[in-house]
């Protein structure tokens, strides 16, 4: 069976995609939080995915994980702001640096 090539054209504005830095926290634990609220809404009460405990829970593990050395959290930034982003860990005897 043969390989078939397909063009790919993206007619979106640009994207960049960096690693995050610490004044990254805020914009992300926003969009984590509504992703969440998102996919969790009519499945889990409320308070279990935005409550003030489960936002600072949320938050702190962003804020940990962009201050770790065993994960890396990329932004994808467009227009300037943050639009989306994702945390890379690493496997066992591999690393991300």
Known sequence: MAVQRVKFHMSTPSVMVRRAIAEDLDAIADIHAR????????????????????????????????????RVVLCAVRDGRIAGFAVLVSCAGSSLN
Do not use: N
Request: hydrophobic share 30%.
């Open 35 to 70: 992703a969440r609220a998102t996919y969790y809404e009519g499945h889990l009460p409320p308070e279990d995915y935005s409550g003030a405990e489960e936002l600072q829970r949320q938050r702190a593990g962003v804020e940990k994980a962009i201050a770790s050395d065993e």
